[in-house]
């Protein structure tokens, strides 16, 4: 197979009914596009038949890759292992849910011609209304405390070079701040509106709970760290 120019990265956590109509969009945005491109699915330990599906369907989407987890290891672990299986110098990354439209992806890739990183901006949320709320709080929240003008830091589709994704190093929970995490390696990040669905199948994995209340430790972690941040420029005169 030609080498990838694009990586799409997912993690999948009990999404069986989710994962036929989430290859098939893909792959028609994808297939439509010149530059070849792979689908890393990282099964996170999942109790359905998640991994199952995903079998039947690898002969299908020859540029399907499927990784498992031993046991359910949380979402930024499944970004963290896509990364670095990525062999694309542009990384994807999204939801296994169907609330996020594969047809934004080429908008994002297109947004990779000026900036580093490129972040979905979700433009109408049609979660509930308790889910709006807790993010829109978490939002305000997360903003305030590091120092950043992210609209929609939970929109998990998002476009990245990947030479910025190289030496990143994740910790639990710190997928919720990777635009920050990039900004003080140097990249720049903006951001696109892109189109939020409502959810078809399964459940939210999110609650106000983890949603709100785990997140807020990591967010006073990643605010100490971008204020301890080195920040220097030096010439090397000889």
Not at 130 to 158: F, M, P, Q
Not at 217 to 223: C, E, H, M, P, T
Request: charged share 30%; net charge positive.
């Amino acid at each position: 197979m030609e080498n990838p120019r694009v990586s799409i990265v997912i993690p999948v956590y009990n999404e069986e009914e989710n994962i036929p109509l989430l290859l098939e969009g893909i792959a028609q945005v994808m297939d439509g596009r010149t530059e070849p491109w792979e689908l890393i699915i990282i099964d996170d330990g999942s109790t359905d038949n998640s991994l199952e599906v995903l079998k039947t369907l690898a002969d299908k989407y020859p540029p399907l890759r499927i990784i498992r987890f031993q046991k359910n290891s949380g979402q930024s672990a499944g970004f963290d292992a896509g990364f670095k299986l990525a062999r694309a110098e542009t990384v994807v990354t999204l939801d296994a849910d169907l609330q996020y439209d594969p047809r934004d992806i080429p908008r994002l890739l297109e947004g990779l011609k000026d900036y580093d990183v490129v972040c979905g901006r979700r433009r109408k949320r049609l979660d509930p209304w308790l889910k709006r709320v807790s993010t829109k709080i978490a939002n305000a929240v997360r903003n305030k405390l590091s120092g950043e003008n992210i609209k929609d830091t939970g929109c998990s589709l998002k476009a990245f070079k990947r030479s910025f994704l190289v030496n990143l190093k994740m910790y639990k929970g710190m997928h919720r701040f990777l635009p920050t995490l990039l900004k003080m390696q140097g990249a720049k990040v903006t951001e696109v509106e892109v189109t939020h669905l409502p959810r078809k199948f399964g459940r939210s994995k999110y609650n106000i709970r983890n949603r709100l209340f785990r997140s807020f430790l990591d967010l006073l972690f990643v605010a100490w760290m971008k204020k301890r941040n080195l920040d220097y420029k030096m010439e090397v005169i000889r």
